[in-house]
């Protein structure tokens, strides 16, 4: 799972990080690996993996690192704790 903290390595999901609907298409860079718990966070109340790649934080809608609420660049935030 690319959630820091998760260690689930088995039957994972693949997730966009800009959602389909929105952007109709799928490639690699656009793509994270996620355990059905993790999954179902982000799908269902908004979690988010701050921005970066390989393993960080997934925060709530209202964490100030969450992607919508940033205003920094992609990639700056991957190494808050």
């Known amino acids: 799972c690319s959630r820091r903290g998760c260690s689930a390595t088995r039957h994972l999901q693949v997730d966009h990080r800009i959602d389909w609907a929105t952007i109709k298409i799928t490639e690699l860079r656009n793509l994270d690996w996620l355990c059905v718990d ?3 966070l982000k799908t269902h109340q908004g979690w988010a993996l701050v921005h970066g790649k ?28």
């Open 38 to 40: 993790c999954h179902r």
């Open 54 to 81: 390989g393993k960080r934080r997934m925060v709530p809608p209202d964490d100030p690192a969450h992607p919508k609420n940033s205003n920094a660049p992609p990639g700056r935030q991957s190494e808050a704790a």
